[in-house]
């Protein structure tokens, strides 16, 4: 082997089908670029045909490695001894079982060669059948440290930079089954640059017994990711807990919810009534009724931005609900939602902002502290909520800006449903959140100047949002946090051509979301 190679990729072996083994070593031989070293680590296998394989290997290619445990113990232990004699500047995680798409060193070094920053690279991947069929393409998120927490999204294929990977302490025993898992949440913690390539670089083989085969096939590993995320919100200073998630290999993560912070609940409305489920009701008055019943805020004000048409009855039985919580705001002058949100917005008195249009309904408990947990992270400029319609189907799980188009991510979906790779189960961050729901720190939302009113009905939120991203800040969604959303029953939906066509000219036409979902 010529010179110290750029990457020693790590494969531990255990009992792996001989033909399969070969054709995982063949997918490292086949590889575009060069400078590799696959270290082989045999755990015992007591099958002698995998150790014949791996020796053969070895004497045909220099570059190839091969360790025999003398005892069987287990993944983290094979890991590790691969990890110990590692040469290159980065390890690669490659299972004994899988396949490395022909390209996939060649660009990872080049992501590598545009930032000499970067600690850690993943990639998108798909599934192989035993006919070599291809499916369950996974077209992965950019860096998504939240969504990292609810699940191992990043997984493979998996490429950090060996010193960090030794200085995090290598693969952590306690992990077992979860250990990549828990080292990337530790090597990304102290990673200065993230790196995603958006191709599919990596073929996990599907297996009877294997995760790829069935998620629950592996129960102690879920059990060891819990204790793995559980550990990384304590490194990184979230106040709450891990818990597991609805499905296997999923994580909740239960902040500790924010009750002290003085939060403005900012509701645009006109009093408008109308018919839901059957019965008569003013919108505004359920919405505050439904919110005030479902948290237990210390400091709390009900910032109400009020039409001069809005019938005083309202805003009377609104006083009798929120009592000395409620700041009536009056706005005059042409309908325009992005002005009425900024009035509402100088007129709070509240650290924290909370944004609600007029027809919504509170379903979950706690959703004022659960929406400002996340924005005590100083990268979190936003918080959304999950938003249904009437009848009960999805309304809003995150915006997507994606190939030209700003749209609701599983827009009209079934309630209970997973959503792609479980995306609807799990926090996540987001290209945008509409604005019927959003919370946002005072400084933030200053900082970015605001709702611009040069969108007074549509597009007003993803303007924002992505001043907000633009900023540096990162946009979280969060499933937990439940409300009906009786959309623009207060107002006409229309969506005018020239609505379309500023938002596109203030930002361009998007292409690929890298938060796709």
């Known amino acids: 082997m010529g010179g110290v190679p750029r990457f020693s990729i790590l494969t531990p072996v255990y009992n792996t089908p001989v033909v399969v083994l070969r054709s995982t070593i063949d997918s490292v031989l086949a590889q575009s670029y060069p400078e590799w070293e696959l270290i082989l680590v045999d755990d015992m296998s007591p099958d002698d045909r995998v150790r014949t394989a791996l020796r053969k290997a070895a004497r045909a290619d220099p570059r190839i490695r091969v360790i025999e445990r ?16 590692a040469a290159g500047e980065f390890i690669a995680l490659l299972d004994h079982d899988d396949v490395l798409d022909p390209d996939a060193l060649r660009l990872v070094s080049e992501a590598i060669d545009t930032d000499r920053d970067v600690d850690y690279v993943y990639s998108d991947e798909d599934k192989v059948d035993a006919m070599g069929g291809v499916f369950d393409r996974f077209d992965k998120p950019d860096w998504s440290p939240e969504r990292l927490r609810g699940q191992m999204y990043t997984g493979h294929f998996s490429v950090l930079r060996t010193e960090l990977a030794r200085a995090v302490g290598g693969f952590d025993p306690s992990t077992e089954g979860s250990q990549d898992h828990d080292l990337v949440l530790k090597v990304t913690e102290r990673a200065r640059r993230i790196v995603h390539v958006p191709d599919v670089l990596y073929h996990w083989r599907v297996l009877p017994g294997s995760t790829a085969h069935s998620s629950d096939a592996k129960p102690y590993a879920w059990e060891a990711g819990l204790r793995a995320v559980d550990a990384h919100l304590g490194r990184v200073g979230i106040l709450g807990h891990a818990e597991f998630g609805p499905v296997p290999g999923t994580y909740r993560i239960a902040r500790e919810p924010e009750l002290d912070r003085r939060v403005s609940v900012i509701i645009p409305t006109r009093g408008t009534a109308g018919k839901v489920w059957g019965a008569q009701r003013v919108f505004v008055v359920e919405a505050v009724r439904s919110l005030l019943a479902r948290t237990e805020h210390r400091s709390l004000e009900i910032v109400v931005v009020y039409d001069s048409d809005t019938p005083e009855s309202v805003l009377d039985e609104l006083g009798e609900i929120a009592d000395d919580r409620l700041l009536p ?49 100083p990268d979190v400029g936003m918080t959304g909520a999950m938003l249904y319609f009437e009848d009960g189907g999805i309304q809003h799980a995150g915006h997507l800006h994606h190939m030209g188009q700003y749209t609701h991510a599983y827009l009209g979906e079934r309630a209970d449903a997973y959503g792609a790779f479980s995306s609807l189960l799990i926090n996540r961050e987001a290209s945008g959140l509409t604005a019927a729901c959003i919370a946002m720190p005072r400084t933030v939302f200053l900082e970015v100047g605001g709702f611009s009113e040069s969108f007074p ?8 949002c992505n001043k907000v991203r633009q900023a540096g800040y990162r946009l979280l969604w969060l499933p937990d946090v439940r409300l009906y959303h009786f959309e623009s029953r207060s107002r006409n939906p229309l969506v005018h051509s020239y609505e379309e066509k500023s938002i596109l000219n203030r930002w361009g036409g998007p292409q690929r979301d890298p938060f796709l979902a």
Do not use: Q, Y
């Not at 003398?70 to 004699?85: F, P, Q, R, T, Y």
């Not at 009035?343 to 909370?354: F, H, R, S, W």
């Not at 009905?457 to 924002?464: E, M, P, S």
């Open 70 to 85: 003398a005892e069987n113990g287990g993944i983290v232990a094979a890991s590790n001894d691969a990890l110990a004699v």
């Open 329 to 377: 705001v009056l706005f005059e002058g042409a309908f325009n939602f992005s002005r009425k949100c900024n009035v509402g917005a100088l007129a709070a008195t509240g650290d924290a902002l909370l944004f609600l249009n007029d027809d919504v309904e509170a379903i979950s408990e706690e959703i004022v502290g659960a929406m400002l947990a996340p924005l005590r992270e």
């Open 457 to 464: 009905g549509n597009f007003n939120d993803v303007d924002l």
